[in-house]
């Protein structure tokens, strides 16, 4: 039986020159986000053509998606009448950040042209800094008169749905003023007598709000605290300036995610997708960070050599420094993930550092202790079993690794848990302390301690 295939996995394995017009055809009928995703596989040119070759609802409803990443190279190639077209029929968010992406003359050149009102519109967005409510919101939605019934609204969506991006709730307004009084959802208007007054459809609550200026991570806990699917964004005088949509949210909180992950990795958080990223911009977002861990481990080696004559005493403190090392780093980078996470979702603020403090200096003494017990385990064993010999004074040495395994990982716990408050307070991202980080700063303090108990409990033996 012949396999069915997909057409993207034909698109992919051509070799030749592609038919525009063709290949068009074939992605008419398909879904925007599938359509976007064969143009990215394109060169520009022929990205470019298809997309001038699809039925202008298609083309706009494909650059309307906020991962078609060809959006602004594909504007810049079309004729200037035709993205002037496209651009004045996409929502104003989008369009706002296919200007944000655009390079000069071009961006400026396209702006010009654009219809008066298109151009307030755009400005006003583009104008609020990035990763604010106002540079994500969109400003198409539903506005009614507090004066109308709820038939009257229902009469007026159903005009004007399809010059709106979405339609989560209806924004009721004072007639006079026109600030905002009331949110009422689309599901309690649909199930509302049509005879009544729009207000009486609208909850007893007052609507939640978001300043313009407002970070776009406190705009998502709004959203996932009262589970909104949007949010309007309202100046000092209380006016809707426009909403933040929950998809634009998903987006936003994918973006984060990733920036976060990233420097958990030790490198600075990457601004392009991997395989678009150039090959020294890479490096130059690896390197600094990879500069900065490999210092810290010359600190490390330095401990060492501090340590030169008590390690040629007593060889068999060697065998456990790799041990050492990890428990306290891993002890550390758990605390720090624990805390950078609850900073992000102000489960803890800066001033409950003490709190976290009195929290994690127990619980490293507890699980210091649950490891200084398997690694105290684990030398007994092998000693009495024959595995290894670690001397007449194993005991003291079994003794020494539980002590030592005690303090590093109380201390890499303590460590790890106040770097991110520490960060935050001085004004960087929390994230920036990263488990690699967090490793390295313990690994050199580790090995101190680790130094000093084994002075305490093995002098006049093995020291």
Request: glycine content about 6%.
């Amino acid at each position: 039986m012949e396999e069915i295939r997909d057409p993207e996995d034909n698109l992919r394995e051509r070799d030749e020159p592609v038919d525009a017009a063709a290949l068009a055809a074939e992605l008419a009928e398909e879904h925007p986000a599938d359509i976007a995703e064969a143009l990215d596989e394109q060169e520009p040119e022929t990205a470019s053509a298809v997309l001038a070759s699809l039925p202008h609802e298609r083309q706009v409803e494909v650059l309307d998606l906020p991962d078609f990443e060809l959006s602004s190279d594909l504007i810049e190639a079309l004729p200037v009448e035709e993205a002037v077209h496209l651009v004045a029929a996409m929502s104003a968010d989008r369009a706002a950040d296919l200007f944000r992406w655009m390079e000069e003359p071009a961006r400026s050149h396209l702006f010009a042209r654009l219809p008066p009102e298109t151009q307030a519109e755009l400005s006003r967005l583009l104008s609020y800094p990035p990763h604010t409510a106002g540079s994500l919101m969109t400003t198409e939605f539903v506005t009614v008169p507090s004066s109308w019934t709820v038939g009257d609204t229902l009469a007026h969506i159903r005009a004007i749905e399809r010059t709106r991006e979405t339609i989560y709730a209806i924004y009721v307004l004072d007639p006079v003023s026109h600030r905002l009084l009331k949110a009422v959802t689309l599901r309690r208007l649909i199930i509302a007598d049509p005879q009544q007054p729009i207000l009486w459809a609208a909850p007893s609550h007052d609507p939640i709000t978001a300043d313009p200026l407002m970070d776009r991570e406190e705009v998502a806990r709004l959203i996932s605290k009262y589970d909104l699917l949007a949010v309007p964004v309202v100046d000092a005088s209380g006016h809707v300036l426009g909403i933040v949509t929950v998809d634009d949210m998903i987006d936003v909180m994918i973006e984060e995610t990733t920036e976060d992950v990233q420097k958990f990795g030790g490198m600075e958080a990457l601004d392009e997708p991997y395989m678009e990223i150039g090959f020294f911009s890479m490096l130059k977002k690896r390197a600094g960070w990879l500069c900065v861990l490999f210092i810290g481990e010359m600190l490390t080696a330095s401990a060492m050599q501090h340590f030169e004559d008590e390690l040629e005493k007593a060889i068999v403190l060697t065998l456990f420094i790799p041990l050492i090392m990890s428990s306290g780093g891993n002890s550390g980078s758990q605390a720090t993930s624990l805390i950078i996470r609850a900073l992000a979702l102000r489960e803890v603020e800066l001033s409950d550092w003490w709190r976290v403090a009195l929290r994690e200096i127990p619980a490293g003494l507890a699980l210091g202790s649950i490891l200084g017990l398997l690694g105290m385990v684990r030398l007994v064993v092998w000693q009495q079993i024959g595995i290894f010999d670690y001397g007449p004074h194993w005991v003291l040495v079994a003794c020494t690794i539980g002590a030592a395994l005690v303090g590093i990982v109380t201390f890499g716990s303590f460590v790890g848990s106040m770097l991110p408050f520490i960060l935050r307070r001085l004004g960087f991202d929390p994230a920036s302390a990263s488990a690699p980080f967090v490793a390295t700063l313990v690994d050199v303090t580790g090995l101190v301690i680790y130094f000093s108990v084994a002075l305490a409990i093995l002098g006049g033996t093995l020291l």
